[in-house]
C-alpha cells in the first residue's frame, strides 16, 4: 500500500510524534521513509539585511535542521526502515509538496502543529497547506 513515505521534520514535539507514527507505518509496509526538514525562506529573508545577525540565523537554522534529522534518522535505525535524509530551503508547504511529487511519496506523515507557535489543539498552518497541496495520502499525526 506504502513505498515510499515522507515525514518532514522541524524538530518540535509534533514532528517527533510524526516521525514515530510515519517509521511505524514504514515498519508494517516494508516502506521507505524520505525524511526532510525545510529551512523557511522567510527567516533568512527577515535576517538578511542585519549583519552578523544574518549568519547567526544561518547557523542555528542549519544545526536545528541538522538535529531534527539526526532525532528522525535514529528512530529509523532502530526500526530497521530504509531512509533518505534531505535539507532544502523554501516555503515548507511548497516544498514539501514538490518533493513528495518529484519522489513519488505515497504518504505523507505530518505533526499537527509545529515551532511556529500555534497553540497545539489548533492545525497549523503548514500542516493546513501541505493537506490542501500535496498530491498524495496525508498522516496528520497528534500527540
Given at each position: ?28 509496509f516494508d516502506a521507505r521513509v524520505h525524511l526532510l526538514h525545510v529551512v523557511d525562506v522567510r527567516a533568512e ?72 507557535g500555534v497553540a497545539e489543539h489548533l492545525l497549523g498552518s503548514t500542516t493546513e497547506r501541505v493537506a490542501r ?11
Amino acid at each position: 500500500m506504502y513505498d515510499e513515505i515522507l515525514i518532514p521534520t522541524d524538530g518540535s514535539d509534533a514532528s517527533e510524534v510524526a516521525v514515530e507514527q510515519g517509521v511505524a507505518v514504514a515498519a508494517r509496509f516494508d516502506a521507505r521513509v524520505h525524511l526532510l526538514h525545510v529551512v523557511d525562506v522567510r527567516a533568512e529573508m527577515a535576517a538578511s539585511g542585519v549583519g552578523d545577525i544574518a549568519d547567526d540565523l544561518t547557523e542555528t537554522l542549519d544545526t536545528m535542521a541538522s538535529d531534527a534529522l539526526d532525532a528522525a534518522e535514529a528512530l529509523a535505525d532502530g526500526a530497521g526502515v530504509p531512509y533518505e535524509r534531505e535539507v532544502l530551503e523554501g516555503y515548507p508547504h511548497d516544498a514539501i509538496a514538490e518533493y513528495a511529487a518529484d519522489n513519488e511519496v505515497d504518504l505523507v506523515v505530518v505533526g499537527a502543529s509545529g515551532r511556529s507557535g500555534v497553540a497545539e489543539h489548533l492545525l497549523g498552518s503548514t500542516t493546513e497547506r501541505v493537506a490542501r497541496t500535496v498530491g498524495t495520502s496525508v498522516l496528520i499525526a497528534r500527540a
